[in-house]
C-alpha cells in the first residue's frame, strides 16, 4: 500500500522544506518547496492537503500555464455561451463521431459494391454521382462535410433540369447508405436545396416583420455578437459573402463603406444607415463575427427556421442543450433578409435607382422593379423599419406616397 502524501513541514537549513511528491508534482518530478516560516508553511501545507482531496493525483494538473490557458479558452467561448466543461464534451463527442466515420471515396468504394445487383444504367448513374463526390471530397470524413459543401458539388450555383435532381437523388441514396453504418449524420444531407424551377426563380421570398424581429430578438438572446451582421442585411442588404468580408472600420459614423475587395462586384459602394439601421449599430456595434454561417445557421434554428446547425446539434448530442421542437417556419428562403430589405425599402418610398446603387448593382433598375415593386404594402413597410433592439423606440418613418 502506497504511503499516505502528508505535507508536513521540516525545519532545514534553508528554512521550512515541503517535499512534493512526482506523482502530483506540476513538473511531474519530485519538488521541494521552502518558506521563511513555520506559520507559512502550514499554511501552504493546508492549501495542497485541500488540493489533494479535491482533484486528486491529478493536482499538478492545476499549475500555472494550465490556468492561464483555461482562462484564454474560457475568453474565447464566451462569446458562445459554451464553458470549458461543454466546450471538451463537444470535442470528445466530435472526435468519437470522427472516429467511427470513413472516408468518402472509401464509403462510395463500399456502396457501389453493395448496389452491384442493380440494373446496369442505374449503377453507372450511381458511378457518375460518386466519382463527382470523390472528385470534390474524396479525402474528407463522412462527418465533417457540411450540408453547403454538399451543395456546391451538387447544385452548382446557376445548374438545374433534369440532370441535377438525378444526382440529387443518387446523392441522397448513397448518404442514406453511410448513415445507417453511423458514418454520418442522416439530417444533414436534408439542408441541400433542389434547384428552382423556372418559373420559381422568378419569385422571391421575404421575412414578415415579425420573423424578421424574432430572429434579431433570438440574436440578441444567444449570440449578441451575431446582431450587427443581421442588421446589415436586414436593413441594408449587404450580401452574406460581403458580411464575411467586412471589418469593423467599414461602418462607421459616416455610413457602411464596402471598398471593391469585400463587395461581389467589385465595386465599391457607400450606403447611408436609415435610422432603424443606425440605431441598432449603435447598440450594437458591428464586429466580424467568427464562424459566421455556422452561428447564423444556429441563430435561424433558434428562431423557429428549419435549418441545419452543427452548433445546436453538437449541444444536444453531448447533452448540454434539450432537444429541440421542429422547426414551424419552413426552410429558410434563399437571400431572405437581402430580399427583404429591397422589398421593404422600395414600400416605403426609397427610389430604386438609390437602391440600385447600394445593391451593387449596374445599369437599368428593371430587374429591381420586377421582383420588389409591390412585393411589401406601405404598412408592412412602417411596421419592419420600427423594429428597434430591446428597450428602445425608433423615430416614426415617413413613407413617401
Known amino acids: 500500500m502506497a504511503k499516505p502524501i502528508r505535507f508536513t513541514p521540516k525545519n532545514c537549513r534553508s528554512g521550512w522544506r515541503i517535499n512534493i511528491p512526482s ?3 506540476e513538473t511531474g518530478k519530485r519538488q521541494q518547496l521552502f518558506y521563511r516560516t513555520q506559520k507559512l508553511a502550514l499554511a501552504a501545507a493546508d492549501d495542497l492537503k485541500k488540493k489533494l482531496e479535491i482533484f486528486g493525483v491529478q493536482t499538478r494538473a492545476i499549475g ?21 466543461m461543454e466546450a471538451a464534451r463537444i470535442v470528445a463527442a466530435m472526435r468519437d463521431r470522427d472516429s467511427a466515420s470513413r472516408i468518402l471515396s472509401d464509403a462510395t468504394a463500399i456502396w457501389l459494391a453493395a448496389c452491384a445487383g442493380l440494373r446496369p444504367r ?13 472528385n470534390a471530397l474524396g479525402k474528407r470524413l463522412l462527418s465533417t462535410i457540411t450540408a453547403e459543401e454538399l451543395q456546391a458539388v451538387l447544385v452548382p450555383a446557376g445548374k438545374s433540369g433534369a440532370a441535377v435532381m438525378g444526382e440529387l437523388r443518387n446523392a441522397k441514396a448513397f448518404w442514406r447508405f453511410s448513415a445507417r453504418r453511423g458514418w454520418c449524420e442522416a439530417k444533414t444531407f436534408g439542408g441541400v436545396e433542389a434547384p428552382k424551377s423556372g418559373r420559381d426563380a422568378k419569385e422571391i421570398a421575404i421575412l414578415t416583420p415579425a420573423e424578421a424581429e424574432i430572429l434579431l430578438r433570438t440574436a440578441e438572446t444567444h449570440f449578441p455578437q451575431a446582431v450587427a451582421s443581421f442588421a446589415l ?5 449587404i450580401r452574406v459573402e460581403e458580411i464575411t468580408r467586412m471589418d469593423s472600420e467599414h461602418v462607421t459614423a459616416d455610413g457602411i463603406d464596402l471598398p471593391a475587395i469585400v463587395t461581389k462586384k467589385g465595386r465599391r459602394r457607400h450606403i447611408t444607415p436609415s435610422p432603424t439601421l443606425a440605431a441598432w449599430l449603435k447598440k450594437h456595434p458591428f ?15 433558434l428562431a423557429g427556421w428549419d435549418v441545419v446547425s452543427v452548433i445546436l446539434r453538437e449541444r444536444v448530442k453531448v447533452g448540454t442543450m434539450e432537444p429541440m421542437e421542429a422547426p414551424h417556419l419552413g426552410r429558410w428562403p434563399q437571400n431572405a433578409m437581402r430580399h427583404s430589405h429591397a422589398s421593404y425599402a422600395v414600400a416605403s418610398g426609397v427610389p430604386l435607382e438609390s437602391l440600385l446603387f447600394e445593391f451593387g448593382h449596374a445599369g437599368s433598375p428593371t430587374l429591381l422593379r420586377q421582383h420588389y415593386v409591390g412585393r411589401a404594402s406601405k404598412k408592412q413597410a412602417l411596421e419592419y423599419f420600427a423594429i428597434a433592439p430591446q428597450g428602445e423606440e425608433i423615430q416614426r418613418l415617413e413613407v413617401v406616397a
Open 23 to 25: 506523482k502530483i508534482s
Open 64 to 84: 500555472p500555464t494550465l490556468a492561464e490557458q483555461a482562462t484564454a479558452a474560457a475568453a474565447l467561448l464566451r462569446p458562445y455561451g459554451i464553458d470549458l
Open 122 to 134: 442505374t449503377l453507372v448513374n450511381y458511378k457518375i454521382t460518386a466519382d463527382r463526390l470523390d
Open 233 to 237: 442585411q436586414l436593413f441594408a442588404g
Open 287 to 301: 464586429e466580424p463575427c467568427s464562424n459566421w454561417r455556422e452561428t447564423s445557421a444556429a441563430c435561424r434554428r
